[in-house]
């Protein structure tokens, strides 16, 4: 039996799924490799529903969703190693060579094109410089959920929760289902940062306070979580002295941010941008390395996991036509106002017809418009009634009706007009 | 105190009861295992090296800044050199990287070069020597390019100091000695100068003599024993730990000299990379009342970071991915009291062990066999003693070849568990299973290190969670992450309406 | 006059809703779905509950669930307590009923994975 495939994908969660089903499609032989022993990835732990509403036009939770491609992936014959973990990936003349590890032992898969689709991690308590003692009792959001709904444990009795984002909401909501009493959600920005009918659903259906401009600064504790000290912030979200309040509680759940994971990238010497911490990449969602793939999470922190199928099918259809053909890529620069932007650059040598662009603006803006230029000269606007970080927006572009070349200077920027 | 209370250890009659699992018991327990004597180790915590021992930066010093007269200095060169043999006896990761105290007074430059060629004659310290600014950068290049020289310590070396004390207990362990965590001492009986019974909350035992290695609590060891004639000043220090990708940055340990603001004993602190290979950064001394205050501070973490990145201008705060509070153990004289009791004759103390006390372990254990057996009187040798232990191997330094047949005897060895530190099921159990098993979520982490990576144990807590309440049989809801109270869940989430 | 946001969609417009009993109006709604919405909230606010059953099998020791439709939003906590005394012992599949018309709404308790179906699988292939 052959070990080389002609794509092979790492991750199975929604973007490794969705590129995997969508480089079948285009005739490629597809190997998925997950390093959990079930497909899905994050979406298995994910019971809410709020998935699929833009790409199917129904509310599924998340397994349904998940398993809707995992039912795909399996009629389609796709092979997928679970429970193996890849070790290293090394560059070859012919493409690539991805050593794995699993229960059977050690093994080498190779490929012509192979797709990161490794999704992101969660930002921890140290890295938030929370300080104190080191008792039990303090999670990570992703954490707490992975006890409560996989493995059926409540990590909590009384939990204060810190980072108004989606994740903290979500679990608000979930742990006070279960019958624990949320004391609050604490976040240190001015605005929340998770989707606005999440603090309705979540917060006010609950009765769960959220205290904005707050942060916890210390916990107490010796053996499991006693309490925590919470302080107001400045401006520049740094804690103010001596404005420290005690809560009492025995659970810190903490919902601060995710954190692309781009290991097995930077081992390939693929450039990341330091704005999406993801890896630059092109329309077709390959990155500076020739031949390497990047989508989902892994590529840049999505709000919608309909997007991140967007991206897996865009990497899986770029990487089964992957004929190591030379590009001509230009860069897509963000410019005033914009957080993020994807993708970073525009191959000239491929079908720029329908390029899909995600960006997040860097504050909270109404009335403002997206303006995309090329050099001085205007290409297009397109007007938003509100710009909010939390939400990433998408657009469809056009790209090829432009007369571009290899010295087009593209940038994407945002100002307000206030109509 | 432990929350556990029986009698366990009632009735007890060990030669040596040794109190504490710190580095110092530890290493004092292996060498006397060589003889055929019932030792019995005591500590109060749940797991060994739980206080300073695992709590330092794991330097083994070259002892170029320590003065004749002391036991500091009388012990160093011994204990450095004994590094190498000792930790490939006991299968511990140990590094000779190398340390450069870096300085920006150019002017100092001869007065120390005179230093070091003293320090060299006197102390034998043959490979230290001084190095100019520029060859300090081409070995170092990502230093701050202001130093105008060096003192270049080629013996310096960096070892994991919990790791090294839990095989040493490990060893003592395996030739006959038995230790008992979550066993406190509680009271001593001293009649007629000598101590004739120890009560701990396991029972009471009768040891011939006793050894305090009992780190911040010695001089309350001491005190019980009718002996105390030193005091211990506590002293806090905080270190943080950058993530592995910082660790290229530089390969050895580094510190800055200021001769103008020089004060008597206070720790610069400096930069190191560990065995582990991530970097360490500290520690500061901050004077403490409080002898288990290791609690964390932004201002301890602040004041470091910025004189540190004195010497590496590349490091960012963004690199730390955790930090830790040590407390120091020091005596008012600032020495080691290595000695026997004055008053009490059957108590051996070990006290005062601060910095470099890591680095003269070995030598400090070997002259503590000699005076404990000495005091015993008519010990004989153990024939069946082995000085080597294997360690839990490291599946991800090891070749594909030698992965595959790990894996083919036991498939948990291919089960990648931890991600960030490619840790499989088969080490996590191998620690469970070890000679000294401390089945918590800490104890797992400081033996094989799920939880020590960037994700901080986020996606693989879980996981070792559950594979420790397999392997007790028990509940999920009843494993710890160290002490007693420390439960990671409170039961199932349908807990309201079922039987419990 | 009452203003609420609408949870339908990711707009999350905000609505005004005037009038009371029969007669209410509703603006600031993008869509049609924010009028019916908004209409509900004030007379019958419904909501969905996505929770966890607990299960008999060793290797997944909660299955996910949901309703199968809206439900009032008073009846959430007594929905959680029906759900709660469920325990799955057989290899259920996505879509299946666990519990029927539960309190009465016409919402059943359904299961959103088939989790159980493929650990039953697996334990067949061992």
Known sequence: MSNYYDVIVIGGGPAGLAA????????????????????????????????????????????????????????LGIKALTLTFVTRIEKTEDGFEIHVTNRSGISVYSCNAVILATGCRERTAKQVFIHGTRPSGVFTAGTAQYFTN???????????????????????????????????????????SGLTRNIHQCLNDYNIPLHLSKTVTRVFGDDRLEAVEISQVDENMKPIPDTGEIVKCDALILSVGLIPENELAENMNVTLDPGTKGPVCDNNCMTTVPGVFSCGNALHVNDLVDYVSESGETAGRAAAHYSKKERGTIAVKRGKNVLSLVPQMLDLNSDLGKVRVYFRSLKPLNNCRLLVKCGDSELFTKKYA???????????VDFSQYDLNENSEITFEIEVTGE | MPAVSDSALEGEKPDVLIIGGGISGASIARELSRWNINILLVEKEPDLAMQASGRNDGEVHPGIDLSKGSLKHYYIRKGNAMYGDVCKELGVDFRRVGQYVCFNEGWAKPLISLYVKKKKYIDKIEDSEVISGKELLRREPNFSGGFKFAISNPSTGCVCPYGLTIAYAENAVTNGAKVMLNTAVTGMKVENGRITEVTTNRGTVYPKIVINAAGVFSEEIARMANDRFFSIHPRRGTNSITDKKAGVYM?????????????????GGGILHTVHGNLLIGPDAVETSEKEDFATYPESIEKVFTRQKKTMPALSERDIITYFTGVRAPTFEEDFIIEKGRKTENIIHVAGIQSPGLTTAPAVAKDVEKMAVEMLGGAQKNPSFNPVRKPIPQIRNMSDEERAKMIEKNPDYGEIVCRCEEISKGEIIDALNSPICVPTVDGVKKRVRPGMGRCQGGFCSPLVTKIIAEFLKSPLSEVRKSRDGSVITYGATKGRNSDE | MNEIVCIVCPNSCVLRIDGEGENLTVSGNKCKRGETFAKAEMTNPVRTICTTARTSFKDAPVVPVRVSKDIPKDKIFDIMREIDKVTVSKPVKRGDVLIADVLGTGADIIVTSDLLTIIDKENENE
């Open chain 1, 20 to 75: 995997a089903v969508q480089a079948k499609k285009e005739n490629a032989s597809v190997l998925l490799i997950e390093r959990e022993n079930r497909l899905g990835g994050i979406l298995k732990q994910c019971i809410h529903d709020g998935f699929g509403l833009v790409r199917f036009e129904e509310k599924l939770s998340g397994p349904e969703y998940a398993e809707r491609f995992i039912d795909e992936f399996n009629s």
């Open chain 1, 150 to 192: 996989i493995l059926g444990q409540m990590p909590a009795k009384k939990c204060v929760i810190l980072g108004s984002g989606d994740i903290g909401l979500i679990m608000a909501r979930r742990l006070t289902l279960e019958g624990c009493e949320v004391l609050g959600v604490y976040e240190a920005k001015p605005t929340p």
């Open chain 1, 386 to 396: 509100f710009l909010r970080p939390p939400e990433m927006e998408s657009l469809t």
């Open chain 2, 251 to 267: 390969h050895s340990v580094a510190s800055i000299k200021e001769l103008a603001r020089s004060t008597g004993h206070t720790k």
